[in-house]
């Protein structure tokens, strides 16, 4: 099953091929849908901070009955936190706020602040500031493995040139319709993990009848060729929902895309209109982080059916 695939990071740190994402899901709610991931077998648990559910996520792990080394589990350093020391107590935030012993992960959820996000600035020397936090987090043991969120080539070369430690992983939005090929393969090639967040664009992808009639031929469900679109380019998705059914369809990937099929989805026009979430900083939109959280949960809970992936 894929759920139980696993690939090795960097530093020998091995991480499952496919984690479910949180983003959205509320503090109260993430509970109940990370305690029925872990029981289905996911082992793989992505929150941050800006998500406001770390405490529920972390309660879901403890409460779980698992070996705490059986489940991975990523937080991030806040995009805000431009500074050694406040990169340095958001980790011991996000530890307490888990109430774990470590994190296997931590990533630095932007290069830019929020409401900086798409400009000119990029904050080359904080970078290398709230890296070297991360650097340190990893050698006292907080953290097992350490990377980016968000992170384009220059960005990436910048903590290149001044670290000790490489970054081990850069979690960027991927999907069928918006993948950054360019980028995925520079990661790849100096042996930095990709992960792909919203990997059916919030399930925009749900409407796209060249997708969809592709989904047809392997008789599988739009966000389960999305998911497999994506570990076929050597991704980690993150795909979210609280949903069991959805958890599980999620899940049942063991299928193969077709070269001639993947070069079709590699060819879909890109998608621009993220419908909700077009408010969102990473679709170039609105540069407020709590508004904009506040606004996508109110868009989210007004939809009829259940969002699948973030």
């Known amino acids: 099953m894929m759920l139980q695939e696993t690939a090795t990071l960097a530093n020998g740190v091995t991480i499952p091929r496919l984690g479910l994402g949180t983003w959205f899901i509320d503090d109260k709610d993430v509970v109940p849908a990370v305690r029925e991931a872990l029981r289905l077998g996911y082992r793989h648990v992505d929150t941050a901070p800006a998500y406001r559910n770390e405490r529920g996520v972390g309660r879901a792990v403890r409460d779980s009955g698992l070996p705490r080394e059986e489940v991975f589990v990523t937080s991030k350093v806040d995009a805000g936190a431009k500074t050694h020391g406040a990169a340095r107590d958001g980790i011991d935030a996000s530890l307490r706020q888990t109430g774990l012993d470590h994190l296997d992960l931590v990533l630095v959820h932007s290069p830019t602040p929020w409401r900086a996000f798409g400009g000119t600035e990029r904050y080359l020397e904080e970078n290398q500031e709230v890296w070297r936090a991360l650097e340190e987090a990893l050698a006292a043991g907080k953290v097992r493995a350490t990377g980016l969120s968000n992170f384009e080539v220059a960005d990436v070369d910048n903590i290149l040139g001044g670290?000790?430690?490489a970054p081990m992983v850069n979690q960027v939005l991927a999907h069928i319709g918006n993948t950054p090929h360019e980028l995925i393969r520079s990661c790849?090639?100096?042996?930095?993990?990709?992960?792909?967040?919203?990997?059916?664009?919030?399930?925009?992808?749900?409407?796209?009848?060249?997708?969809?009639?592709?989904?047809?031929?392997?008789?599988?469900?739009?966000?389960?060729?999305?998911?497999r679109y994506c570990l076929q380019l050597g991704l980690v998705p993150l795909?979210?929902?609280?949903?069991?059914?959805?958890?599980r369809e999620n899940a049942e990937v063991d299928f193969t895309i077709s070269d001639e099929d993947m070069d079709l989805l590699r060819g879909v026009e890109p998608l621009t209109d993220y419908g909700d979430h077009r408010a969102l900083t990473i679709?170039?939109?609105?540069?407020?982080?709590?508004?904009?959280?506040?606004?996508?949960?109110?868009?989210?809970?007004?939809?009829?059916r259940p969002t699948r992936a973030r």
Request: charged share 25%; hydrophobic share 40%.
């Open 188 to 227: 790849q090639d100096r042996g930095i993990l990709v992960e792909a967040y919203s990997p059916v664009a919030h399930d925009e992808l749900l409407g796209n009848q060249q997708v969809a009639r592709v989904a047809e031929r392997y008789a599988v469900s739009v966000p389960q060729l999305c998911v």
């Open 283 to 304: 679709y170039g939109g609105h540069r407020d982080v709590r508004s904009l959280l506040a606004l996508a949960r109110g868009a989210l809970r007004s939809r009829l």
């Open 163 to 165: 670290c000790s430690v």
């Open 239 to 247: 795909p979210k929902s609280a949903d069991p059914d959805h958890l």
